[in-house]
Nanobody, 125 residues
Framework: QVQLEESGGGLVQAGASLRLSCAAS????????MGWFRQAPGKEREFVAA????????GYADFVKGRFIISRDNNNNTVLLQMNSLKPEDTAVYYC??????????????????WGQGTQVTVSS
């Protein structure tokens, strides 16, 4: 089993930055590909970013490219999502997820076996 706990969400104005953190426990962290997803009210959960087990490969949804950066610290069992130039449309609950079966996290949420509870990000205009 893997436990994931997100933190760092909050209310900010458009153009601001936030850094989300996800702490993992219960399994060797470096064996997990990690991803971030988000879900806005009335919408489906969507892929944001993913990173490989070692952190050497990452991928992003088109709508966050150039604004968000995913990284991981395998010594401290954490994955981060640095969010810059936030927009009101980034408002959502953000979830981290872990995939023990692939080297690089997938864009498909069904490929992830473990999920955190989510952290709310609200961006005002």
């Amino acid at each position: 089993q893997v436990q994931l706990e997100e933190s760092g969400g909050g209310l900010v104005q458009a153009g601001a930055s936030l850094r989300l953190s996800c702490a993992a426990s219960g399994r060797t962290f470096s064996s997990l590909a990690m991803g971030w997803f988000r879900q806005a009210p009335g919408k489906e959960r969507e892929f944001v970013a993913a990173i490989s087990r070692t952190g050497g490969i990452s991928g992003y949804a088109d709508f966050v490219k150039g604004r968000f950066i995913i990284s991981r610290d395998n010594n401290n069992n954490t994955v981060l999502l640095q969010m810059n130039s936030l927009k009101p449309e980034d408002t959502a609950v953000y979830y981290c997820a872990a995939d023990p079966n692939r080297n690089l996290g997938s864009t498909n949420p069904t490929h992830y076996d473990y999920w955190g509870q989510g952290t709310q990000v609200t961006v005002s205009s």
